[in-house]
């Protein structure tokens, strides 16, 4: 990851590919894709300040809720060595990730339900950092099952939709809720990171597997 001190950049794994409109700029010969935080939720996490992300360029990556690829592109991005595995249900945008797949082999798309890890537990390895962004309501019980197949000892990020757990709740009430039910299972509680304004009643939850 790469900044000019207002944007955010990640080094095109693909030069000359832009994959869903962004902007690329060329630096020493080096080319790079504009990050945009109100496109990616993990480049909102970034821009509001986190820098612990841990993500080498070898990692291993669990992604649920792949959607079409667009913050998929720059995980592969960031991990040219490593492998992204990424998880969507809907047949209607996976096809987009099949197709993100052609150009980057470090992307291997899954069709499959998140909330069902033992229908794709075979197919992939253990990995060194989980990321979740689904919008469904027990999307805390969904992290919590697909930690399993985390190295312990590791980390993961939680993108946590409050309006699709409890509409009526206010979101620092569902992030409370959330750290509480994680810390009750054992696991640390890294970070809570409210990303308004770029992502609104969202917050990226910072979670980090026991080891042993």
């Avoid at 790079?32 to 070898?58: E, F, N, Q, V």
Wanted: charged letters at 30%; aromatic letters at 8%; one cysteine or more.
């Amino acid at each position: 990851m790469y900044t000019d001190g207002r944007n955010l950049y990640t080094r095109n794994l693909v030069p000359g590919q832009s994959w869903y409109g962004e902007r690329l700029v060329r630096d020493g010969g080096v080319e790079y894709r504009l990050w945009d935080p109100y496109r990616s939720k993990l480049a909102a996490l970034l821009t509001k300040g986190w820098k612990d992300l841990r993500l080498r360029s070898d990692s291993k990556v669990l992604y649920l809720g792949a959607a079409s690829g667009t913050t998929v592109s720059h995980v592969s991005d960031i991990c040219p060595e490593g492998t992204v595995y990424a998880i969507e249900v809907s047949r209607r945008v996976f096809g987009k990730l099949v197709e993100l797949a052609e150009t980057r082999p470090n992307v291997l798309p899954i069709l499959a339900d998140a909330s069902k890890p033992d229908a794709y537990r075979g197919r992939i390895e253990a990995v060194d950092f989980l990321y979740q962004d689904v919008a469904q309501r027990d999307q805390v019980s969904i992290f919590r099952e697909n930690l399993r197949l985390l190295h312990p000892g590791r980390a993961g990020v939680l993108m946590l939709k409050a309006r699709s757990v409890d509409v009526a709740a206010k979101p620092e009430d569902v992030y409370r809720r959330a750290g509480e039910e994680f810390r009750r299972d054992g696991l640390r509680v890294v970070a809570a990171v409210p990303l308004d304004p770029f992502q609104r009643d969202h917050a990226a939850l910072v979670i980090e597997r026991s080891g042993g």
